[in-house]
């Protein structure tokens, strides 16, 4: 069974920094592409971050401006996200979603970012 | 980047009736590189359809996708009370990979 199970999300006030962690399980994570999707309070999804099965490609949202870096450990079976300079607009649940159709979600983690 | 238009923004129907539901991109989508997915409250969301017309798995056969090119339509041929959510569109063939904005499926 395919699971994703994301870790890391919390209280963190502007300006500050958060990693975000994906473990995966049922299925060989060095082969899939990964993602970072998030979603605002109340609002729609927003495609974050890409990387492929070996990091070859990476792809953040231009929004982003270099604040979020995707990153993954294959040896781990774990994706990560690395979000820097946070501002009160990145407060939303953060989801990692496995291969480039996302057909696996693991359920979310939220990230509030407030002083 | 390319922009995907959703239509309706909301949409009331009742349960046995069909339900269109439109994704309309800003320019052509690559291979028909476009997916359809619902999220109820409080759930991740759930890949319906990729590649345009392709249901996933486990996804019952009332769900359809069909398009290419700039417009794409999600068609539920018999809505059943579990059905009403909302649904977004997704283009996966061209950084960034953006959504659309949701259609609200709700119960009339």
């Known amino acids: 069974e395919v699971q994703l199970v994301e870790s890391g999300g919390g209280l963190v006030k502007p300006g500050g920094s958060l990693r975000l962690s994906c473990v995966a399980s049922g299925f060989t994570f060095s082969t899939y592409s990964m993602n970072w999707v998030r979603q605002a309070p109340g609002k729609g999804l927003e495609w974050v971050s890409s990387i492929s099965g070996t990091s070859s490609y990476i792809y953040h949202a231009d929004s982003l401006k270099g604040r979020f870096i995707i990153s993954r450990d294959n040896a781990k079976n774990s994706l990560y996200l690395q979000m820097n300079s946070l501002r009160a607009e990145d407060t939303a649940v953060y989801y990692c979603?496995?291969?480039?159709?996302?057909?696996?979600w693991g359920q979310g983690t939220l990230v509030t970012v407030s002083s | 980047e390319i922009v995907l238009t959703q239509s309706p923004g909301t949409l009331s129907l009742s349960p046995g009736e069909r339900a269109t539901l439109s994704c309309r991109a800003s320019?052509?989508?690559?291979?028909?590189?476009l997916a359809w997915y619902q999220q109820k409250p409080g759930q991740a969301p759930r890949l319906l359809i990729y590649?345009?017309?392709t249901r996933a798995t486990g996804i019952p056969d009332r769900f359809s996708g069909s398009g290419s090119g700039t417009d794409f339509t999600l068609t539920i041929s018999r809505l059943e009370p579990e059905d009403f959510a909302v649904y977004y569109c997704q283009q996966y063939g061209t950084s960034p990979h953006t959504f659309g904005q949701g259609t609200k499926l709700e119960i009339k």
């Open positions: 979603a496995r291969s480039v159709t996302k057909d696996y």
């Open positions: 320019q052509s989508v690559s291979s028909s590189y």
């Open positions: 590649g345009a017309s």
